[in-house]
């Protein structure tokens, strides 16, 4: 099977730079609603079998309006798809807290995978979540062929600090540049007995958006 991971579309947090975990729950902005109607039109011709989402407002609208095109059941909702854990510096949106949190980032980046957002989390738990919720989508979708698809929308932070400890031949410098608003990355599944298998074979693609 293929994992289509999916970057929400706009939602107030980005153009206001919020940092957005728990305390802020926007849902799309026009713009976003209109991103996330040209991705589910991409994705009506890639045999996908079922949605799935983080629990925050602008991923489940996402998912729903992708839902709603393929005319596919109920999204499914896993909360361990939600953005980074940044702890006290949720909700914020001042040049303080930005410095702070890209200061753990940048220690993950180094290596430094115990560098932990204050009351929030370190890079081996993020990390673990999203294996635990991509262990979960496929297990209970063994059953799908090689070229059937299940569209996991999530958020930027998780999948660009997750997806290359997941897929092993996505090299770590590839993710640097981030994801845009409904960026695209597509995952093939490898399904043995004893484990799966991941390897990425697109990363952040806007091909489904018109030229700005």
């Known amino acids: 099977m293929r994992l289509y991971f999916i970057r929400h579309g706009e939602n107030q947090a980005n153009i206001d730079h919020i940092m957005a975990y728990k305390v802020v729950n926007f849902p799309l902005t026009p713009k976003g609603v209109e991103q996330a109607e040209y991705l589910a039109a991409w994705l009506s011709d890639h045999k996908i079998a079922r949605v799935y989402s983080s629990t925050l407002q602008r991923a489940w609208q996402t998912a729903e309006i992708i839902r709603g095109r ?26 303080a807290s930005w410095e702070i949190h890209d200061g753990i980032l940048l220690r993950w980046n180094e290596g430094e995978a115990t560098a932990l957002f204050e009351e929030g989390e370190d890079h081996h738990a993020l990390r673990e979540r999203l294996r635990r919720a991509v262990e979960e989508i496929v297990t209970e979708n063994a059953d799908l062929g090689p070229e059937q698809g299940i569209a996991v929308v999530a958020h930027g932070g998780l999948l660009v600090y997750g997806l290359p400890w997941l897929c092993h031949d996505l090299p770590f ?3 640097q540049g981030g994801l845009k608003n409904t960026a695209l990355s597509v995952v093939e599944v490898k399904i043995e007995a004893d484990s799966h298998q991941f390897s990425c074979v697109r990363w952040g693609s806007l091909e489904h958006l018109p030229p700005s």
């Open 70 to 95: 393929l005319a596919l059941p109920e999204v499914r909702q896993i909360e361990d798809l939600r953005e980074v854990n940044v702890g006290v510096l949720d909700g914020k949106s001042d040049l």
């Open 173 to 175: 410098e590839q993710v």
